[in-house]
T-cell receptor, first 109, second 109 residues
């Protein structure tokens, strides 16, 4: 069965910290995505990647960066975490439909 | 960017009732996808629609691809408590998907 694994279910970080959210897929998919989910705002695309070392900005990239050094791994980086980045973060990979990870609930204090 | 409008935003129903929700767009889509997100988990694909007018079922779920290609409908018959969650529509375009804001379903036993 296809799997997308996010390294942490819950994270608490301090304002100003550098935060890494890791995502690994085992399906050999080329396309990977990072979304942020907030109540009443649905799923908003932060960044996506079509291939290794390739990245594209989504709808809300400000304050975030990404890294895709290997096909199976797509990392989301918060260079200096802020309280307005407290949210649920969802990683997905895609061939035809999306397969999502279980999400990382990040709290920035 | 593209916007998908889902309605209703939330529903509170009694177990056994039927549920209807819809998704509309100002733009045409060639594919419509419906996802369900269980509490604390990532969204999971329920149904994919590929052709205008198509009606597809998956157990108690039935989804339709609108004739105009600008809307889609999801129906759940005889709801049960495990139907609780957030239902998202999505329309793939240019390699990435636009998601609706979701319909939150609560089922009272």
């Amino acid at each position: 069965d296809v799997k997308v694994t996010q390294s942490s279910r819950y994270l608490v970080k301090r304002t100003g910290e550098k935060v890494f959210l890791e995502c690994v897929q085992d399906m050999d998919h080329e396309n990977m995505f990072w979304y942020r989910q907030d109540p009443g705002l649905g799923l908003r695309l932060i960044y996506f990647s079509y291939d290794v070392k390739m990245k594209e900005k989504g709808d809300i990239p400000e304050g975030y960066s990404v890294s895709r050094e290997k096909k199976e791994r797509f990392s989301l980086i918060l260079e200096s975490a802020s309280t307005n980045q407290t949210s649920m973060y969802l990683c997905a990979s895609r061939r035809y439909g999306y397969t999502f990870g279980s999400g990382t609930r990040l709290t920035v204090v | 960017g593209q916007q998908l409008n889902q309605s209703p935003q939330s529903m509170f129903i009694q177990e056994g009732e039927d549920v209807s929700m819809n998704c509309t767009s100002s733009s045409i889509f060639n594919t419509w996808l419906w996802y369900k997100q269980d509490p604390g988990e990532g969204p999971v694909l329920l149904i994919a629609l590929y052709k205008a007018g198509e009606l597809t079922s998956n157990g108690r779920l039935t989804a339709q691809f609108g004739i105009t290609r600008k809307d889609s409908f999801l129906n759940i018959s005889a709801s049960i408590p495990s139907d609780v969650g957030i239902y998202f529509c999505a329309g793939p375009r240019a390699g990435k998907s636009t998601f609706g804001d979701g319909t939150t379903l609560t089922v009272k036993p």
